[in-house]
Nanobody
Framework: QWRVVEAGGDSVQAGGSLRLSCTASGLRFGDFAVGWFRQVPGKEREGVSCYAWSSDRLYYAEFVEGRFAISRDKAKNTVYLQMENQTPEDKDLYFC????????????????????WGQGTQVTVSS
């Protein structure tokens, strides 16, 4: 059974940094697109950053560009989201997900495309 598990959520002060990790079992991240999403209660999940290694397609949401970076440790089959210069608006439940579709998607980071999701990790940023 394929699974993804997030870790690294914490409480930080504005301007601080966090690194979230997402580890997969049963599937290889390099074979599929991987994404980080966030969800505020009552709203739909929103793409933060997604990367398809097979097509080298990278996406960052406008509200994190220049502050967040997605990366992968191939040996550990783990994807990271490095979060810098955080603001209280970054407070959310963050999810990692894999899109196991083989082919080109019309949109780079649409939550409905992703079919394997972790349970989420909470990030809190205080001012």
């Amino acid at each position: 059974q394929w699974r993804v598990v997030e870790a690294g959520g914490d409480s930080v002060q504005a301007g601080g940094s966090l690194r979230l990790s997402c580890t997969a079992s049963g599937l290889r991240f390099g074979d599929f697109a991987v994404g980080w999403f966030r969800q505020v209660p009552g709203k739909e999940r929103e793409g933060v950053s997604c990367y398809a290694w097979s097509s080298d397609r990278l996406y960052y949401a406008e509200f994190v560009e220049g502050r967040f970076a997605i990366s992968r440790d191939k040996a550990k089959n783990t994807v990271y989201l490095q979060m810098e210069n955080q603001t209280p608006e970054d407070k959310d439940l963050y999810f990692c997900a894999a899109d196991t579709f083989i082919g080109e998607r019309t949109a780079p980071c649409r939550a409905t495309y992703f079919d394997y999701w972790g349970q989420g990790t909470q990030v809190t940023v205080s001012s």
